[in-house]
């Protein structure tokens, strides 16, 4: 065996019902004394309750603080407000939009943040930044995003509907999957997805079940940091490319088009990817991991088709190209633009693969 892997460096603490506590304790390590909280319209009651006792410089919690896919104007009055205040600690309370937000500060302040996760986006635990400008995302990667605790409080997604739980979970899902085929796939990313497909697969039906039990939550929010570990070191596979695309291009929700696309993907690289497929399987205790994916997606009631996200038909074509443009290395099987739009109309109608 042969390999060489990054762990990224940060602290993970979680526990149901302390994420005040563990806030201040990481604001206080970072010697933090103007605090500037950022969280977006659904997080602000929680938010404005975990740092009540901190020493807050600047709330940013206003409507239209916090946007999707950060574009540029909303990142540079987030900046110009953490200067203004003499910020030295940025904590983000909300989903993958607010930290994106905090990770747009610290790109260019370098101020350290503190993610307190509500959904199962997992872009905490990475150190890629994203904005988005005249419709066009960009994305990178660079340390000084990275937030430098997260606090997990599963008692804090409790008020996440479970429509938008079942996709958030997916994405995270999205990230095991990819994670055992993008360009730096390695032994240890392989083995943290497979451990969050297992939480995930226990969690997510949880949810479903019981949207007020804390155990569905703290599974599917334990996975989500596992999936988005392994993610962060393995890099873009396929799915993500192709989600990209869809989600530059036609301006679709994140979570609900990476739980779209991701058994169409699976159905296209599994029977290329044998190891991936033996992994997937086990984890998710089926025969194929195709199969165990469909059984999943039925007790979740997941979402199946791209039009009903909004993608237009006649946009196939122009994704199709896209993607194959944008194909990762190394992808098991190889990203031809029939293969592709077939994948993508397939996924645009919903059909089950
Ligand atoms: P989001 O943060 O926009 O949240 C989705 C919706 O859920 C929003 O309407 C939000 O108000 C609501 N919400 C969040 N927490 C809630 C709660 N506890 N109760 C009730 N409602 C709640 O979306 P997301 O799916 O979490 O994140 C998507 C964004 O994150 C995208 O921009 C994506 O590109 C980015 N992302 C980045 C990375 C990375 O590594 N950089 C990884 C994953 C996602």
Redesign the pocket.
């Known amino acids: 065996m042969r390999f060489d892997h990054e762990t990224l460096p940060q602290r993970v603490r979680f526990a149901s019902g302390e994420a005040a506590a563990h806030v201040a304790a990481e604001v206080a390590a970072l010697r933090g004394r103007r605090v500037m909280v950022i969280a977006?319209?659904?997080?602000r009651t929680?938010a404005r309750e975990i740092a009540a006792g901190l020493p807050v410089a600047h709330w940013h919690d206003r409507d239209g603080d916090?946007v999707?896919?950060?574009p540029v104007p909303v990142a540079e009055r987030a900046r110009a407000a953490a200067a203004e205040h003499d910020v030295d600690v940025v904590v983000a309370v909300?989903?993958?939009?607010?930290?994106?937000l905090a990770?747009a500060v610290a790109l260019t302040s370098g101020i350290p943040v503190v993610a307190v996760p509500?959904?199962?986006?997992?872009?905490e635990?990475?150190a890629?930044?994203?904005l988005t400008e005249d419709g066009r995302?960009t994305?990178g990667t660079d340390p000084r995003v990275l937030p430098r605790a997260v606090v997990y409080d599963a008692a804090?997604?409790?008020?996440?509907?479970v429509a938008?739980s079942v996709v958030?979970g997916l994405?995270a899902l999205a990230h095991c999957v990819d994670s055992l085929w993008a360009p730096r796939t390695d032994p240890i990313n392989q083995a943290l997805a497979a451990e969050a497909v297992r939480a995930l697969r226990t969690g997510l039906p949880s949810i479903v079940k019981e949207p007020e039990g804390l155990e569905g939550r703290e599974q599917t929010l334990f996975g989500a940091y596992l999936s988005?570990a392994a993610?962060?070191s393995s890099g873009s596979g396929l799915h993500h490319k192709i989600c990209h695309v869809l989600?530059g291009m036609f301006d679709l929700p994140?979570?609900q088009t990476h739980a779209v696309v991701l058994p169409h993907v699976l159905a296209f690289n599994a029977p290329h990817a044998p190891e991936a497929e033996r992994r997937l399987a086990s984890a998710l205790g089926a025969p194929t991991a195709t199969a165990g994916l469909a059984l999943l997606y039925d007790e979740l009631d997941a979402p199946r088709a791209l039009r009903g996200l909004g993608m237009p038909e006649d946009g196939i074509d122009a994704a199709a190209d896209a993607v194959v443009a944008a194909a990762p290395p190394g992808n098991p099987r190889a990203v031809t633009r029939p293969a592709i739009t077939g994948l993508l109309r397939a996924a645009w109608e919903g059909v089950r693969p």
């Open positions: 977006g319209r659904s997080a929680v916090v999707m896919h950060v909300g989903g993958g939009s607010t930290t994106g990770k509500t959904t199962y986006a997992g872009s635990a990475t890629v930044w994203g995302k994305t804090l997604t409790l008020h996440l509907p938008l958030s994405n988005a993610f962060a989600g994140h979570a």
